[in-house]
């Protein structure tokens, strides 16, 4: 199937501990995002990378870092949890970056932060 | 900065019956998106508006934008239990962050 998919669906942890988020798109598109859902459903952007390279950074604590290995791939790795990050994550992607593309999304994951 | 925000946050109406969505924006833009999220799943693209159309249609849906008011509303006519979903707006920030509202919890009563 084409999609965008993300493992794990849900993921539970203590403080403190470091966990990733793993994101793929067999689409073809060049540009991948991250998205934060709070529990109010506002749905805030966090990073995008297009074709490998950084461009849209939000101001996120650094304890987030992305990572692109190639164009179909944007993992999330998240450090020294906390309760605050409770959250759902969205991976998506678009055709190319720019103001007319729609964006294609995986299912997202549950994290809770205990 | 959230850029969309949508009217009302929840929505309760009776199967067949038409819903009416609305959102508002804040700076200009050149198009508006309306993406559908089904309860645990990621959001779905419905229908994208240019900043120069003033109605669009797919389906039974129909979109419209005026500009002047920096608004858009989205009606579902004929709705069915399947349309039970939360309906966002999108629109652009800069020149790639696409912003979303928090949403409409639309609700079908069978």
């Known amino acids: 199937d084409t999609a965008v998919s993300q493992t794990p669906k849900y993921l539970v942890t203590q403080m403190g501990n470091d966990k990733s988020i793993k994101c793929e798109q067999n689409l073809g598109h060049d540009t991948m995002y991250w998205y934060k859902q709070d529990s109010k459903k506002f749905l805030k952007i966090m990073f995008s990378?297009?074709?490998?390279?950084?461009?849209i950074n939000e101001t996120v604590p650094n304890r987030f870092s992305p990572k692109s290995p190639d164009k179909a791939h944007l993992n999330l790795h998240i450090n020294s949890l906390e309760l605050g990050d409770s959250a759902v994550y969205f991976c998506a992607s678009s055709p190319r970056t720019g103001w007319q593309e729609k964006l294609f999304f995986g299912s997202g994951t549950q994290l809770s932060v205990l | 900065s959230q850029q969309g925000e949508e009217d009302p946050q929840a929505l309760s109406i009776q199967e067949g019956e038409n819903a009416t969505m609305n959102c508002s924006y804040k700076t200009s833009i050149n198009n508006l998106q309306w993406y559908r999220q089904n309860s645990g799943r990621g959001l779905v693209h419905l229908i994208l508006i240019r900043s120069n159309e003033r109605e669009k249609h797919s389906g039974r849906l129909r979109v419209t934008l005026d500009t002047s008011k920096k608004s858009s509303s989205l009606l579902i006519t004929a709705s069915r239990a399947a349309d039970t979903a939360s309906y966002f707006c999108a629109t652009v920030q800069g020149a790639q962050k696409l912003v979303f509202g928090q949403g409409t919890r639309l609700t079908i009563n069978p």
């Open positions: 990378y297009n074709n490998k390279e950084l461009i």
